[in-house]
């Protein structure tokens, strides 16, 4: 028998031509999808075949997104320079339901990091804050405190001239804004207060330990390294100078940060090693 011939046939038939004529409404009605606007921070950029790049950026309004912009490996682009490490852009760009990928029409500069961004030694610093914001934050989730924390710490690293106390002070809110900050006071395990002696911590706890019971491979926290924590949690940035003796401390706070970090991801990061510590 033929079934085209059926009664059910012709049914069905009508039925696809329906559901192509409603998927074609709707695929159209995506293409004219209206362009959203946010300022946002852009976190990492990779090449997309020949011409085009991915760019993983943090809205201030949409949280974070990946998106293709076309065209930017092009020696001559609409977007310039404005897709570098960290750069803070106005971006307008275009959603599409059935992608991952949204579409940047549009990129602005709003501030330029390029002194921090054209050297090496600071550059390693904003790819230790790049790395740590991609992995930490949700996409789509808005992050007002982070979007701040990204911005105030690269605006340091360009105005100073240097990232140890910035990226310090980054990695340290991180962990805070993370709830993962361990009680500075007192021994993870058994409760012991520090006074003034040193804490021990490594990248496979998630607290803070006496000399007691540390494990073999911790690593110290100092007491300046936890007042410097101190000064961290209710100073700003741009207040804080540090001096040049505090400077182990700086690293010990940085390290401990950066290790409950890596902890609380569980992955190692990778872009820590880059750092050229004086
Ligand atoms: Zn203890």
């Not at 069905?12 to 559901?19: M, N, P, Y």
């Not at 579409?103 to 904003?126: M, V």
């Not at 110290?220 to 505090?246: M, N």
Request: aromatic content about 8%; some cysteine.
């Amino acid at each position: 028998m033929n079934a085209c011939g059926k009664k059910g046939c012709s049914a069905r038939a009508r039925v696809t031509d329906e559901v192509l004529r409603l998927s074609g409404e709707a695929s159209s009605r995506r293409l004219s999808m209206p362009a959203r606007e946010t300022e946002a921070i852009i976190l990492k950029t990779f090449p997309l075949g020949e011409a085009d790049r991915v760019v993983s950026f943090l809205g201030r309004n949409s949280g974070r997104l990946r998106g293709v912009a076309a065209g930017a490996r092009r020696l001559k682009n609409r977007f310039g320079s404005t897709l570098e490490v960290l750069s803070h852009v106005q971006v307008w760009y275009v959603e599409r339901e059935t992608r991952e990928l949204v579409r940047i029409q549009q990129a602005d500069l709003l501030e330029s990091f390029h002194k921090a961004q054209s050297d090496y030694n600071l550059s390693t610093g904003l790819a230790v804050i790049s790395e740590i914001s991609e992995l930490v934050l949700p996409e789509h989730e808005v992050s007002e405190p982070m979007f701040r924390l990204i911005l105030l710490a690269t605006r340091e690293i360009e105005r100073a001239g240097t990232w140890e106390l910035s990226l310090t002070y980054f990695a340290f809110w991180t962990v805070r804004l993370g709830g993962w900050l361990p009680r500075f006071g007192r021994c993870s395990s058994c409760q012991a207060a520090f006074g003034e002696a040193a804490a021990f911590y490594d990248r496979h706890h998630a607290g803070l330990y006496c000399s007691n019971c540390r494990r073999a491979d911790m690593k110290p926290l100092r007491l300046e390294a936890r007042q410097l924590a101190e000064r961290f949690a209710s100073e700003r940035l741009d207040r804080i100078a540090l001096e040049k003796s505090k400077g182990s401390a700086a690293t010990e706070l940085r390290n401990a940060a950066l290790a409950w970090i890596e902890f609380h991801l569980e992955r190692r990061l990778t872009t820590p090693e880059l750092l050229e510590t004086a």
